[in-house]
């Protein structure tokens, strides 16, 4: 077998767990909520290097700039019945660590999941990216409640799906305006959020806080409900800043 067709193979599984929302049997609470995930997903429950973290203590470090180079838009947006999730098309990518990721989704947590010392956003939203080894790396950024909505929500807001529907965007969104315009971040290994909690993920957290107006955030939190996992321990692990 030629190399390519492994790697491609490994991408399609890294791309099964990202959407394993839609296939999973588990919730955030009841009896298939975050409390019984390590019962059927070992590693939500055995895993040393989970995410998300209280990022409090922090290491100073020479942290490179993240390349965001997102070109394309987005094409539609989905309520999976975990989160409302918005899929990409085009030239979407992240350069770190001399690799290119290509941003495959970005979705939404009310409240946030990781928080800044100590503090919890009331949203929170993950730009997930893999690379050509179906490596993942999710870039962060977090909202807080402002006097103005945030014009790149309107029209992504502008109907948001119910529970297992799908809405076409045909607004040109290009996914970079919802980052920060700083691109400072802090930087940290750990894993995805949602069952099967797979680890080995590069996270990174954007400091600077955006806003959103309390009715774009509380037209998310209407159909997604609290989506955010419980901190995790940091361990042996450590924050760059």
Known sequence: MKPWPFKALLLTMAAASLTNAQAADWSYTGEHGVDHWGKHFTT????????????????????????I???GKVREVINNGHT??????????LLIDGQTFDLKQFHFHTPSENYIAGKQFPLEVHFVHANAEGQLAVVAAMFKTGPRGNEAFDGLLATVPEKNQTV????????????????EYYRFNGSLT???????????????AQAGSAQQIDSLHQVMGDNARPLQPLNARVVLE
């Open 44 to 67: 939500c429950g055995e895993g040393a290097n989970q995410t998300p973290i209280d990022i409090k203590r922090t290491i100073k470090a020479e942290l490179a700039p993240l390349h």
């Open 69 to 71: 180079d997102y070109q």
């Open 84 to 93: 409302v999730q918005a899929n990409v098309e085009g030239k979407n990518q």
């Open 168 to 183: 076409p965007l045909d607004n040109a969104l290009n996914p970079a305006d919802l980052l920060p315009r700083e691109r």
């Open 194 to 208: 949602t069952p099967p909690c797979s680890e080995g993920v590069r996270w990174f957290v954007m400091r600077e």
